[in-house]
Every structure is written in C-alpha cells, then in structure tokens.
C-alpha cells in the first residue's frame, strides 16, 4: 500500500466517512417501546415526607453505629492479642 501524497486529505476523506457512518446508523436506530407510558416516567428514589423519613433514618444511623462499634472492638482486640517482641510472634 502507497502513501498517498495529500495526506491531509487523505485523513478528512476517512474522519468524514467515518462520521457519515455514525450519523447513519443514529438515524436509523430504532426507538424502543417504553411499556410505562402510561404510567408515566418512574422516580428512581420515592419522594418521602419528612416525618415518614425521621424513623429510617434513625434506623439507618443505629445500624450504622453498631458496625462501626463492632469494627472498633475487632482492631482493639487485634491490638491486644499481638506481642511485643516481633520475635516471640515467629514461635507461636
């Protein structure tokens, strides 16, 4: 294969059809059936009032406390557990 002597032109002529290519096949991509249109478009999150929120809220953030009390326990009872002396952690 030669080089061709514009190659300028040569690299538009292919970006171009490239493009013509995108264009061609977003014009003809066909359009999918929305089965809720009636329904109309579904909320990804459900609005809540804030009341209806508080109580979930709190049972959120208790959940949340008690992983974190119970990750804290895990890295004291690591810390207890190792030795001192590096060379008495090779003999148990």
Known sequence: MSVPKDQSLALTVFMSIGLF??????????????PYKEEGPRPFLELMEPPKAIPNVKGVLGEVEKAIAKIEEEKENEKGEEPENPKEAGKK
Do not use: R
């Open 21 to 34: 290519v995108v264009v061609l096949f977003w014009i003809f991509l066909p359009i999918q059936y929305n």
